[in-house]
């Protein structure tokens, strides 16, 4: 069960990220050496209830704060106000190969991705075949991942996330990658966790996949949730140009 | 977090071996290299202080050896601890882990090769015409414990500084010679003249060296002094290094 409320993010961005002494003490003295700073806030009071076994889909145009709510949700990012609360445990796969070393194999990069999630060797073992199998890339785990193409790293990355029988899945925009046959199969192998009474979380923007995956749909734009409820609607809600914040629209 | 870092054993005995790999992958000789390295320095030194510049230590290579090996790793695992965050962002992006697994990971691969170069340097020290090796090696064991430990705490702090000033990887280059030159690893402690010798009293270095020449050279158990320098220092490190890094590290991930 995963609960946020009135979560906020401000991010700082640099416009001349000098975190050199030289700049900052030119900065005490001339103006135009100070640094120019703007803040953004990525997320303003957003709530999100996640009950067990249910997935949820994160629609919204770049940049509204997608990516940034799902990095509160796994802990990687502390929100600047709120509260969030998080029962179980919780399996990520945020970006593309990230996490993932080039020169490193296959072999290596899964049980380094694994033990990043407190798993040790034993474990891993017992999951190995099974991720590989999944993956289709038992031919593969010996050679280092910078000779694999993106798809094959999404297998890889997807396959050990969907394999840590973690409580909540959070799943950003890494499915495109994936030809057509591979992406059926991380629907499906989605569907099976969440039966388990996994919950998901899948930030995406084919909105057919969170038509046909997912039980519920929020429309983030511009850090807020301004429509929640069934996916179709919110859907149509997308795509009628409703990527202004106005206040929630619940169907 | 004690019990986070318990539970999260494997991820940095993964990171260790994943820096071990990425070293020795692709070179024909591997882990030899480590090993040949206190070997070859031995050798140069004998013929350097031998033929060239006479220093009045008996046995000069063993006494220089003695400390230099601990100090490389000190200086090598604080300048690597500078990048142990900053330049991972991209495993602090994909989960949760506590953090101080990345520098307590890069303190444990660099002192995994000084443990490579004592295996080679001490039956050397045991066989070879010089000094011997005494019973007081064994003071070695708890010695190296506390010398990983200060380095650890010196890790952390310098890990989470540089996030926020990189400044701190370059004056790390710079202190380090500094203070390299500083302490009495190369030249011995009695030839730094009296009115400085109490100055140096003061520095964790400083002690662990003259820790070091005790237990494995002059085969003499170190001083009250050395001995409780070393262990404070090791407990201000560790509690500043922690305190500092637990403060900093939410932000980690906005600022690399
Ligand atoms: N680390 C960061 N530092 C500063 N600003 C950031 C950071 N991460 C995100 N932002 C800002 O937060 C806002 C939301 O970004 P986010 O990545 O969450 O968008 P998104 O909804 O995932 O977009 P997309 O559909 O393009 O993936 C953006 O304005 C971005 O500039
Ligand atoms: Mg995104």
């Known amino acids: 069960m995963l609960e946020l409320a009135g979560v906020s993010k401000r991010f700082v961005i640099r416009h001349n990220p000098s975190l050199d002494l030289k700049v900052r003490v030119l900065a005490l003295f001339h103006p135009r050496h100070r640094e120019r700073w703007q803040e953004v806030w990525a997320l303003r009071e957003v709530d999100v209830h996640l009950e067990r076994g249910e997935s949820l889909g994160l629609i919204g145009p770049n940049g509204s704060g997608k990516s940034t709510l799902l990095r509160i949700m796994a802990g990687i990012l502390l929100p600047t106000r709120g509260r969030v609360a998080v029962s179980g445990t919780v399996a990520p796969m945020l970006e593309l190969g990230v996490g993932f070393h080039p020169e490193l194999t296959g072999r290596e990069n899964l049980y380094l991705s694994t033990s990043l999630f407190g798993f040790g060797r034993r474990q891993t073992d017992a999951l190995y075949d099974r991720i590989v199998a999944f993956a289709e890339l038992r031919d593969f785990m010996d050679a280092p991942v910078k000779t694999f193409s993106s798809g094959m790293a999404m297998r890889l990355g997807f396959a050990v996330a969907t394999h840590l029988e973690a409580d909540i899945l959070l799943v950003d925009e890494v499915l495109a990658v994936g030809d057509r046959a591979f992406q059926e199969k991380c629907l499906a192998r989605m569907s099976e966790v969440r039966a388990r009474g996994c919950s998901i979380v899948v930030v995406t923007h084919d909105l057919d996949l969170v038509r046909r995956f997912c039980d519920r749909a929020c429309l983030v734009v511009e850090g807020r949730i301004v429509a929640e409820g069934a996916p179709d609607e919110v859907a149509a809600r997308y795509c009628g140009g409703g990527v202004t914040a106005e206040p929630v629209h619940a169907f | ?256």
């Open chain 2, 1 to 256: 977090m004690i019990r986070d870092l318990v539970r999260y054993r494997p991820l940095i005995r993964n990171l260790v071996l994943k820096e071990l790999t990425l070293k020795y992958r692709g070179s024909v000789l591997g882990v030899a290299w480590s090993l040949a390295h206190p070997a070859l320095l031995l050798l140069v030194y004998t013929l350097a202080f031998r033929h060239v510049l006479r220093v009045p230590v008996p046995h000069y290579p063993f006494f220089l050896l003695v400390a230099l090996l601990p100090w490389n790793f000190f200086a090598t695992a604080a300048s690597a601890a500078t990048g142990a965050i900053v330049l991972n962002g991209s495993l602090l992006r994909k989960a949760a882990f506590p953090r101080e697994a990345l520098p307590i990971a890069s303190v444990l691969f660099v002192f995994a090769q000084l443990l490579l170069a004592l295996a080679v340097f001490l039956p050397a020290l045991a066989l070879a015409r010089g000094p011997g090796l005494k019973w007081t090696a064994v003071l070695l064991l708890p010695l190296l414990l506390l010398h990983v430990l200060f380095t650890t705490g010196i890790a952390l702090l310098l890990s989470a500084l540089t996030t926020a000033w990189r400044d701190i990887a370059h004056f790390t280059e710079v202190g380090l010679v500094l203070v390299f030159w500083l302490t009495p690893i190369v030249y011995p402690a009695d030839m730094v003249p009296g009115s400085w010798r109490s100055a140096l009293a003061l520095s964790p270095p400083a002690a662990f060296a003259a820790a070091y020449q005790d237990v494995l050279f002059w085969g003499r158990v170190p001083t009250w002094t050395t001995a409780t320098s070393t262990l404070l220092s090791t407990v201000a490190a560790l509690v500043l290094g922690l305190v500092v890094f637990k403060t900093m590290s939410p932000a980690f991930l906005e600022r690399v």
